[in-house]
Structures are given as structure tokens and as C-alpha cells.
């Protein structure tokens, strides 16, 4: 039982340049996240998608799309790095419609735009 | 955007002494969640709250769900070396599935 992986673990990108971040979870949960965690301003939600097939925007939504490609799969994608995206990107997911509203999260992509 | 207020920023104690934190928010929680975050590791779970009132522990350590359901404090008691990091707060309103989290506090223990 892994939990919440993400790939990859650390990125250098060029300013203009695209990627897609990939999260997977294998505890069955509904509901999955995507944070950035910048020094001094804890975790922001960017997307989050509260059951397989929807997603909706966070606090930060801003040059950052994301697809539910199927119960266990959450993807990031930035189609335009800014060296403002430099940042640390967790995933999370939980249980949501049950009695636990427990959020665990994967091990983070570190990722550098220059 | 709104975060939580949590206190202190960091702290600096001795081994084996205890440690106390707390968040406070201007809304009301239905769930406060604490986690505990390690350099390059993502955030760790150490315990979960849904009623006002609520003590919970896990170990050395304790969390309480304030009971006018916008503050909650986690106690660590007897702290050791590797409980150095930094410990975040969560909090859920009703109706949605996102939280909030505090800005963290930075946790360092003199051996």
C-alpha cells in the first residue's frame, strides 16, 4: 500500500516551457488535491476535485490546469511556466462522504523554473 | 486568501520538556487536522479532530478541538530530538471538502 506517490520528485524547467505533474493514490479515496508550499505561506490549494469527474479551482488556480483522469489519478499540468511557479507541489487525498475527512499526502515534486 | 493564525512561529526547546501550539481561525471548524512535516518529506498526519471538546492523542502527543470550534492546540509532552520539524494545523467548514492550513510552526530541540 504505497498511499499518494507523485512523479517526478524534482523538475528544472525554462521560462515558456510545459509539464504535467502526476499524483496516484491507492487508499480508494473520493477526493483528491493539488497544494503548492512556498517559505513563510504554509500550503495553498491550487485545484481539487471532490469526486471522479470533477474538478474546481482553489485558492491559486493561475496558470495551472488539472485533470481527474480516473479514480486514482490527479494531474497538474502548467502549460507556461513563470519563475513564479518555482515551488514545492504536494498531492493529497481523502475519504470525503464517509465520517473521516482525513487528508494524507504524497512526498512532493520540487520543482524550479528559470 | 484566508489562512489560520497559528502560534508560535517557531520554538526552541529543551529535550524532554513539553511543547504547546495552537491555531485559531475567525470561522468555524468541523474538522481540525494536524500534521507534522519533515524537510523534503510531505506533511504527516498525526492526528484528527471532528467534535468540539475533543482530546485525542497519538503517543506523546495530544490535540484538542477548542470548544468554541475556532481554535485547537496540539501539546507534545517529553519531546525528544526527532520531533524536531514543522507542525501544521488544518481546518474544515461544513460543506466542502477543502482545508485551511496555518503557516506552520518550526519546531527545534536542544539535546
Known amino acids: 500500500n504505497a498511499g499518494v506517490t507523485q512523479t517526478p520528485k524534482f523538475q528544472v524547467l525554462k521560462t515558456g516551457q510545459s509539464m504535467t505533474l502526476q499524483c496516484a493514490q491507492d487508499m480508494n479515496h473520493n477526493s483528491m488535491y493539488w497544494y503548492r508550499q512556498d517559505p513563510g505561506m504554509g500550503l495553498r490549494l491550487i485545484y481539487y476535485?471532490?469526486?471522479?469527474?470533477?474538478?474546481d479551482k482553489g485558492e491559486v488556480p493561475n496558470g495551472y490546469n488539472v485533470s481527474r483522469l480516473n479514480k486514482r489519478e490527479f494531474s497538474l499540468r502548467l502549460e507556461s511556466a513563470a519563475p513564479s511557479q518555482t515551488s514545492v507541489y504536494f498531492c493529497?487525498?481523502?475519504?470525503?462522504?464517509?465520517?473521516?475527512?482525513?487528508?494524507?499526502f504524497g512526498p512532493g515534486t520540487r520543482l524550479t523554473v528559470t | 486568501g484566508q489562512q489560520l493564525n497559528q502560534s508560535p512561529q517557531s520554538m526552541f526547546i529543551q529535550e524532554g520538556e513539553d511543547v504547546s501550539m495552537n491555531c485559531t481561525s475567525s470561522?468555524?471548524?468541523?474538522?481540525w487536522l494536524w500534521y507534522k512535516q519533515e524537510p523534503g518529506e510531505g506533511p504527516v498526519l498525526l492526528i484528527a479532530l471532528y467534535k468540539a471538546g475533543e482530546l485525542t492523542s497519538n503517543g506523546r502527543l495530544t490535540a484538542q478541538f477548542g470548544i468554541t470550534r475556532k481554535d485547537s492546540f496540539l501539546n507534545i509532552s517529553a519531546s525528544i530530538p526527532s520531533d524536531v520539524g514543522i507542525y501544521f494545523c488544518a481546518g474544515r467548514t461544513s460543506g466542502t471538502y477543502k482545508y485551511i492550513f496555518g503557516t506552520g510552526t518550526r519546531l527545534k530541540v536542544l539535546a
Open positions: 470561522s468555524i471548524f468541523n474538522t
Open positions: 493529497a487525498s481523502s475519504a470525503t462522504g464517509t465520517a473521516s475527512y482525513e487528508q494524507y
Open positions: 476535485s471532490a469526486s471522479e469527474g470533477t474538478t
